[in-house]
């Protein structure tokens, strides 16, 4: 198999990890969030794979209610692929920090180590508990140490070496994975680097929107505009709302418009 070709394996492997652990044979519960803004409960819905205890890294109560369990057997054979492809990944991002994508072009090295700690989280595992605690935690510092700084010509946007083709989705899905590691651990000290991490990120999204409201490859405000880009900041800025971050509503609006004119007679989106 070829460099090229074990790149895209991980990258599959990764999303596909991803979506076996959001599958029914974990826990289903409904999760409320604290809105920083006023106080608020945001309700919001997601699947976890193991039940993670209402406490965040301090031993504080968590804004996460304990999900309710539904048993699933030892040998259930949708687990214990879940299981084989959560320590397969685990493993390599334990001996790097990040996935081992190589130093093929185009390797997105932040879309994917996102992805990654997507499928982590939704097995069970958070920064300071969990079977894949320690793989985690090198993701999501993988993620935030590569946050480009105030003086850089976009403050906030997170990308690496390898993303030359498309930063802007890996960017999307870093500040998505972000959000949902600040749900599972908001008091630590890790958690306040992640906000500030996701602060910034939601800023650069808003500021790169296009004129038709969607967004390319770059995070610059131009005429130029993708679907596939825009689903994924829209994800961004979904996940960041429903945890408690400001995010303008008008850019949201503008985004929907954008996505509903990609539709075709059939239903189907170009």
């Not at 906030?156 to 899905?173: N, V």
């Not at 651990?185 to 790169?208: D, L, N, T």
């Amino acid at each position: 198999m070829s460099a090229i070709q074990t790149d895209s394996a991980r990258a599959l492997s990764a999303a596909l990890v991803a979506l076996l652990s959001l599958a029914p044979s974990g826990s289903a519960a409904g999760h409320s969030f604290t809105d920083h803004r006023d106080g608020a409960r945001v309700g919001i819905r997601e699947r976890v794979g193991a039940p993670l205890g209402p406490q965040d890294d301090r031993g504080k109560e968590s804004p996460i209610e304990r999900p309710r369990e539904r048993p699933a057997g030892p040998q259930d054979p949708l687990r214990l692929c879940r299981e084989r492809g959560l320590n397969w990944l685990a493993k390599d991002i334990l001996a790097g920090g990040r996935v081992s994508l190589g130093d093929t072009e185009h390797s997105a090295p932040v879309g994917v180590t996102s992805l990654v700690a997507l499928a982590f989280m939704a097995g069970g595992s958070s920064t300071n508990r969990g079977p894949h605690q320690a793989a985690l935690t090198k993701a999501i510092d993988f993620l935030l140490d590569h946050s480009a700084g105030d003086d850089e010509p976009h403050p906030g946007f997170i990308t690496a070496r390898g993303d030359e083709k498309s930063r802007t989705h890996g960017h999307g899905l870093a500040i998505l994975a972000l959000t949902q590691a600040y749900s599972l651990s908001p008091g630590s000290q890790r958690g306040k680097r992640v906000a500030a991490a996701i602060r910034r990120g939601v800023e650069c999204i808003e500021k790169a929107q296009s004129s038709q409201g969607g967004w390319y490859y770059d995070p610059e405000p131009m005429d130029l505009h993708e679907g596939s880009v825009t689903v994924c900041l829209l994800q961004a800025l979904r996940g960041a709302r429903n945890i408690g971050f400001q995010v303008d509503g008008t850019v949201i609006e503008r985004a929907l418009v954008y996505v509903r004119s990609l539709q075709d007679e059939q239903g189907g989106f170009m």
